[in-house]
């Protein structure tokens, strides 16, 4: 009896010892889990492909300044449960992401966004330039006339220019500027639909398309906010009566590379389909990217009987019924004579 006595004791000592050495390594692993990672740099990114297996995006972290040990994650990575819903993308984590935390964001897909900000006014190449120089955006357009870009949009024998709204637009490490052409392009759609929807019952503009291109007019000739719905109210007032709008930034822009800064009477005199001087009516296309505010001037002028207005040269612009009220603001704000 003494014998089996000891026995039994034995066997439940051995048995304590191992449900103690199981919770001590269970609460080594709720540590660990919990426990701020080590990072070689302040910030580590990694880019997972598609296909990786959990293995590779463990070793991967690992790689890249994780200072820990990679069979650790994959194993975490197994043990979670979600090793298949890990997503392709790229990340970046910075001190104080944990295994657990790690982990949440290759799940819910958290990747480090990168931003391209597209400016009211901007031509199309300016818009190209950026787009170009964005860090780590797929210069895949590049090459592209405005055709094959229109095309690729779904926007087959639509004009290229203006037709991308201004705004800033997030993307992820690697994507296309294609992706960001098409959001800004649909963006510009939804935009001008509304506006247009809620159109003066009296415009003369008969198209959407119209009022884009007055938009980007007003866009370009504003430089005070407030001034923006005066100015759409004078091309309205022109529209209406038949006269040349004889706004210089269609002129600029019909110039092209030949403007080099300084716009000449040889210039206004010069035909082009984008002289508003030598031809009545708006130009064939937009001549830049017009915000939000300069669509709703088109649509909703302020009731005016302005037909001129000139630069005062503090941003503002001086409004005149008569040419006779309008030569005498030229006088005053741009000859400076009394």
Known sequence: MRQRGKGYRLLRGLAAALVLSAALGAAAVWWWLNQPLSLARPSIEVSIEAGST???????????????DASWLYAWFRVSGQARRIRAGSYE???????RTLLEVLVQGR????????????????VRDALAAAPNLKATTRAWDDARLMQEI???????????????????????????????????QQRLAAVWADRSG?????????ALILASIVEKETGTATDRPLIAGVFI????????????????????DRFDGNLRKRDLLADTPFNTY?????????????????????????????????????????FSDTLAEHNRAVNRYQRGQP
């Open 154 to 188: 779904g926007a087959p024998g639509v004009s290229a220019e203006g037709r991308f709204f201004p705004d800033t637009y997030a993307y992820a490490r690697g994507v296309s500027d294609l992706t960001v052409l098409r959001r800004a392009y649909r963006t510009m």
């Open 237 to 256: 007032n022109r529209l209406r009566l038949g006269m040349p709008l004889q706004t210089d930034p269609t002129v600029i822009y019909g110039l092209g």
């Open 111 to 126: 990747e480090t966004l990168q931003t391209v900000r597209l400016l009211e006014g901007w031509t199309l190449r300016q």
């Open 278 to 318: 030598t031809r009545s009516g708006l130009p064939p296309t937009p001549i830049a990217l017009p915000g939000m505010a300069s669509l709703r001037a088109a649509v909703r002028p302020e009731a005016t009987k302005a037909l001129y207005f000139v630069a005062r040269g503090d941003g503002s612009s001086a």
């Open 54 to 68: 959990p293995r590779d995006v463990a070793q991967a972290w690992v790689d890249a300044g994780v200072q820990t």
């Open 93 to 99: 984590i910075e001190p104080g992401t944990t295994p």
């Open 202 to 210: 009296d415009t003369p503009l008969k198209s959407a398309d119209e």
